[in-house]
């Protein structure tokens, strides 16, 4: 906690001498300019330039203040220029005004991962079977039947060959892997002849390959489980 309160106590500092690029424009108001997240519970923060989120306690009427923004946008938050000393620091906010759109992506992922580590919730670990396969074309690869396949599940290995082994390479090579990766964790992995470390979740309709992860359908997840049904006799 020593750096979280080191960063506080400059990030402060950095406000009240040199206004961190805002301007005053009331008595005891600054307008500071960051990125919106909104979390599960509705309540909203501004991420700084530096990355620091700043919880808004809002004192304007409205039942939904933030109505028409989205996680991400960027803004202009007029707020109390004193700020509570916590981790988020927390202030009150009377005006924000929408600079540009912007999406979960453009807030920095070390910010979101310590919040969450808090136990803030910005719906990261919600998911759903893709409506349809996310693929790109064929890798062009050239294999048969002699290709081998291994599962890493339940602390067990398990290899295989043949049609199943082809199919699952087939399927894991042709994912898009466009997506960051989500906090939860791969209920196993496969390790192919053209490519190791794919991890893979049923429960959640995903696999993940490196620092990326690609959604499947739940007809996809279907057939994965099928092949570890018939290859992988520890899995229950």
């Not at 990125?35 to 909203?44: E, H, K, V």
């Not at 599940?153 to 894991?172: K, P, Q």
């Amino acid at each position: 906690m020593k750096h979280i309160q080191s960063f506080l106590i400059l990030f402060i500092l950095a406000l009240s001498l040199t206004a961190c690029g805002a301007s005053a424009q009331d008595s005891g108001r600054t307008v500071t300019e960051g990125r919106l997240l909104l979390s599960a519970n509705g309540t909203a923060l501004l991420v700084t330039e530096d990355g620091t989120p700043i919880a808004l306690s809002v004192q304007a009427d409205g039942d939904d203040p933030f109505s028409g923004f989205s996680t991400g946008d960027r803004v202009s938050v007029t707020h109390d220029s004193a700020l509570d000393e916590s981790y988020p620091l927390q202030t009150g906010a009377y005006e924000w005004t929408l600079l540009e759109q912007g999406s979960l992506e453009d807030i920095p992922e070390e910010t979101l991962t310590s919040l969450e580590d808090l136990g803030w919730d910005f719906g990261r670990d919600l998911h759903a079977p893709a409506a349809e396969p996310q693929t790109v074309a064929d890798s062009g690869e050239g294999y048969c039947g002699n290709t081998i396949t291994q599962v890493l599940l339940d602390g067990e290995t398990y290899a295989f060959w043949g049609d199943d082994s082809v199919r699952l390479t087939d399927l894991l090579l042709t994912l898009d892997y466009a997506d960051g990766v989500c906090r939860c964790q791969p209920e196993f992995t496969v390790n192919t002849e053209f490519g190791e470390g794919y991890g893979v979740n049923l429960t959640d309709y995903y696999v993940r390959y490196g620092e990326r992860q690609c959604p499947i359908t739940e007809e996809q997840a279907a057939e994965i489980r099928e092949i570890l049904d018939r290859n992988c006799p520890g899995d229950g």
